[in-house]
C-alpha cells in the first residue's frame, strides 16, 4: 500500500542544511498498524508530513496505492489526500469557530457530498464514537479526550484507506489516551491502515510493527510485542 | 459550500467584533462617500443629455478678434450668421437661436403689476429641436405667432393657482401684450441652460439683431457632418458679413468659431455670459479621484485587518488543508467571504450615502438624489465599485492565507509572516501618505480661500449693497430714485452701474482718437454714474469724477483704470481724446486698479462711461448697523416709485464670495473627505492596535517582567507607528506641495504655503496615532505580568 524507496528530505536556510529523512526505505501493507518512534529531531513528523501527502520529499520515490506520488503538485496531493488518508493530530486541531458536527463534517464538504449524505455519514460516526450528545458543542467546550475523539471521528469520516495519527496521545492523561489508542486498535481490526508516530512505549505496543528512527534513518523495524518482551527481558 | 461560508463568516464576525465591525465600518464609510461622488459624477456627466439628438446639436462658440487685440471668446454669436447658416449649409437640419433682452421687465397680468424675470426671445422651431417638455401646447405651433409666449410651470402658477389655467391668457410685457400659447414644466437641473420664459424673437426691439454677436446659435447637424469643415465655413461666411456690413466699417475685426458639443457644455465651456454657472470637467476628476483614494484607504484597513488576522486564521487554514480543501478552493472561500463582507458594508454605504447626499447637496448646492444610482448608469457604476473592492480586499489575503504550510500551522508554529507585515506597513505608509496628501490639499485651499477674502480688491466691499434688477420705472427715473435712496439716513452714497460685480461686460476697442485701431486696447467698458466711485470707494489718482448732471460728461467723457491708461502707453493721461466704437471724448480720470472680476484673473484695462439713467443696478455705500431696517427702508423707498417692484438686495462681499463658489464646492467636498480620510486612517490603527495588543498579552508580560517601564513599553508599542507616519509626511509633502501649486496657478493673487501646514497634519495623525495605540498598549500592561505568561 505504502512504499519508500531511499525517501530523502532536506531542509535548507540560508546557512544550514539539514538532512531530515536520509534514504529511508519501507513498506507497509494493506491493513497494518505501525507505529513510527524515535528521539526527537529524529524526522518522524517529517516522514509522516510526506505520508501523509502534505509534504513532498526531496529525494527518492514514494509509492502511494502503488502511484509514484513524490513529484506530485499539491493539488495532485490535496486531491488523493482528501479521498484517501485521515489525519488525528496531538493538539487536535479542530477549528474552534466550528461545532462538533460541522467539524467532522469538513472532510466530506471537500469531497463534495450533498447534505442529506454528510448528515447521515457524520451522525453514524459520532454515533459510533459515542459522542452524538455533544455535536452542536464547540471545541472548546469539550475535555481533550472529547476533542480528540471528535477528531478521529474526522479522521474516519471518509472512510479512508490509511489514518494517520501524530502523537495521538500527547495532550491526554493516561484514561483519554487508552480510550483513544482504542478506538485506533477497533479501526485498525475493521481494516483501516494506521500509521502513528509517538513517543509512548504503551501506545507502541498496540502497534503491530515499529519502525524507529534515528538521525533521519531508519534503526531497527521490529515486531511491536517482540521489541515488548526483549525490552522486558533486557530489564 | 457557500452556506458553509456565510455561517463561518458570522461565526467569525461574531467571535472578533472588534476588528470585525472596524472592518466593516471603515469600508462602509469608503463606499458611502464614494457612493455620493459618483452620484455627483454621474448629475454633471447627465447635464442635456435627455435632450434627443443630444450628439448632434451644438452650440456656436465666437472668438472676436479687433486687430492685435487679445481675443475675446463668447458663447453667443452674430444673428445673420444663422441667416446664413439656414440658407446656404446643407448640413444644418435645424438651427436655433435666442437672446435675453429685458433685466427686469414690466409685466401687467390682468391689470395687476406682476413680476417675469428670465425671458428668452428667439426661433419660433426652439421646442422642436429642444425637447424641453411642454405641459401644454404644441412644440411646433406653440410660437408659430409670433405675440406668443410660453412661461414655465412656476411662473405660471403665481399667475393662476393652476398652472394650466393660465394657458391663452394675456400677458403684458414693457407695454408689448402676449398670449400665453405654452406652459412648460420647469427645466430639469441637469441643463445649462436657464431661462424662466420664451417667445418669438420678433418681440426684440430693432436693430438687436443687425449688429453684435448676442445670440446664442445652436445647430442639429445631419448625421456624418464633419464638424471641422463648418467652423471653417462659419468663419468665412462671419467674414463676408463683416465685409458687408457698414458698422463694422474701418476696423480689423475678424471672428473665429468653434462648435460645441450640446453634453459637453457644461462640463467644458465656462466663458462669459454663460446663461448658468457650468461645472468644471477638473473637478468631475477630482472628486472621481478622491473616491478613489478614500475607497483605497478602506480597502487597505480591510486587506491588513485580514492578513494581521491569518495569524489567529492560519490552523483553521490548516486543518481545511488537510481536510481536502484546495489551495484554488480556499482561495475561493477567502473571496467569498471579502464579497460577503463588503455587500454587508455596501447596505451600511446606502445609509451612509443618504446622510452624506444631504450634506453635499447643501454644501456645494447641486441636488444630489440616491435614487441617481438606480438608472442603468448608476447600476454599472455601482458594480463596477463591488467588483473592484471586493477583488482589491480579496485578493491578497486569499493568495496570502490560502498560501500557508498545513505543516507549519499545524504545529502550532505562528505564521510570523515577515512578507506580510512589510506588505501591511507598505500599505499604511500609503494610507497615512493619501490622508496627509487630502488634508494638506485642504488646509492649502483654505489658506487660499482666506487670502482671497482679505487681498486689497482695490476698493471697500464692507458694507456695500447692491439693488439688482431695478424694474423698467426705476431705471427711468434713475436720478430721482438714488436722491430718495440717499436721504435714508443709513446710506452714504449711492450710484448706478450696468454692471453685475464678477459678472460679463462688454468688451471694446478704446483707441486714442486718429491713431491706428491696431494701437488701441481691448478693455471692459462699463457704464456707471457720478455716485459709483464713491460708494465703492474707489481711489481717483488723477483728473476728476464725472460730474453730477453734466450732459458734457453723457457719453462723451472717459475714466480709465491704471492698466487702461498704460497699455495705451499715456504718460500724461488727463486731456487725451479718445475713441470707442462710435463715441468720443476727452480722458478726464483715471483711478487705482481695483478687481473688476473674480481674482482668478489678473486687473484688465477697463473704460468707464458716463450715464445719468438707465442702470439696471444700483450700489448703495451704508452705514454699519441693521441690515434688517435698512432693507425695509430701501424697499420702502423703492416702492414709492414702483410698488410692484420686488427688491433683489445683495451684499457686495456676499457677491464676492459667489465668485469662489468651486472653490467653496471642492473645499466642501475635500473636507468631508479629509475627515472620511482621517477616521477611515484611525478606524485602520485602531483594528491593528486592538489586533496587535491582543497578540502581544504574552511579549508584554515578559518585558514587564524584565523590568521595562510603562514608558518603554508605551515607545515600543507606538514605534512603528511614528516611524510609518514620519515616512508617509516625506511622501505626501513633496505631491502635495507640487498638487497645490498647480492649483494656485489658477490665481492672480496666491497665498504663501507655510510649512506648518505641511506639518500640523503629519503631527495630528502621530498624535491621534499614538493615543489609540497607547489606549490599546495601556490595556494591555494594565493586565497582570503573571497571568499574561500564562495566556497562550
Redesign the interface.
Known sequence: MIKTVELTKVFRTEEVETTALNKVCFEIGEGEFVAIMGPSGCGK?TLL?IL?L??NPSGGQYFFLDHEVSGHS??QR??L???NIG?V?Q?F???D??SVF?NVE??L???GYSSAERKQRVEEVLEQMQIMHRKNHFPLQLSGGQQQRVAVC?AVV?KPHIILADEPTGNLDSTHGDEVMNLLETLNKNGTTIIMVTHSQRDASYAQRIIRLFDGQIVTEDKSTEFVLAAAAAQ | ?LH?HI??LL??IR?QKTTSIVNVLGLALGLGITLVIWIFVLHELSYDKFIADHNRIYRIHSTAIIGTGIPQRLPTSMYTLGDAMIREYPEVEELARFSSYYHSPNVVFEGEANTLSDILFGEPGFFEMFSFELLSGDPTQVLADPSSIVINETNAARLTKDPLDALNRMITIQGQTYRISGIMKDLPENTHMAFNAFSHFDNLPSGAKEAGMNFYTYVKLAPGTDIREVEAKMDATAADIIRSNPVYEGTQFTVEHELMRLGDIHLHSDLVWEMRDNGKMRNVIIFALLSFLILFLAIVNYINLATARSMLRS??I????????????LIRQIMTESLLTIIMAFLAAFVLCEIFSHYFSQNIGVHLSIITLFSWKGLIAMLLILGVTSLLSGLYPAFYLAAFD??KT???EVVKGSKGSAFRRVLVVFQFAITLFVAISLIVMTGQLRHLQRTDLGFDAEEVIILRNLSGQLWQSFQAVTTRLEAIPEVKSAGGGNFIYGGGNRIDLITELGKDPDSGVLADIITIDHGFLDAMGIELLQGRNFHAGSQMDVQSAFILNETAANALGFDEPVGKQLYLFGMQGPLIGVVKDFHLKSLHQAVDPLVMIYAQTGFPHIYLKALPGDYNQLSIAITEALHEFDPAYIPDIVFLDENLELLYQQEKQTASLLTAGAILAFVISLLGVYGLAAFSAERKIKETGIRIVLGASLRDLLWHFNRESVILSVIALIIATPLAWFAMNQWLDNFTVRVDMSVLWFVLPGAIIILISSLIISFQALYTVRSNPVESLKYE
Do not use: C, W
Open positions: 513528523s508530513n501523509g502534505l509534504d499539491e493539488k490535496a486531491n489526500r482528501k479521498r489525519f493530530f493538539n486541531n479542530l477549528i469557530e466550528l460541522e469538513l472532510p464538504i471537500y469531497l474526522r471518509t | 459550500m458553509h455561517k463561518n461565526r467569525q467571535q490552523k483553521e490548516g486543518i481545511r488543508k488537510v481536510s481536502g480543501a484546495t489551495r484554488g478552493g498545513p505543516v499545524l504545529k502550532g
